[in-house]
């Protein structure tokens, strides 16, 4: 069975989310979709120079999304 949600980009489905929070089969589909895709894992900064960098690391993980 295909859903309205299965053609909406994952940035449309988000859009939609928001303006009808309420609706749980627009939440599930998007939860399965944030959760279908890897991630990366970031280690603890361990140096003065890790946390200098932690910015620019999370800058591209906003980017990825």
């Not at 980009?9 to 895709?37: G, P, T, W």
């Not at 894992?41 to 980017?63: Q, R």
């Amino acid at each position: 069975m295909t859903s309205k949600f299965d053609k909406m980009s994952r940035q449309e489905l988000r859009n939609y989310m928001l303006k009808h929070r309420d609706d749980e089969e627009a939440f599930q589909v998007y939860l399965d979709r944030v959760m279908a895709q890897p991630g990366e894992i970031y280690p603890a900064p361990k140096t003065i120079e890790d946390v200098d960098n932690f910015p620019k690391v999370l800058d591209k993980n906003k980017d990825n999304q």
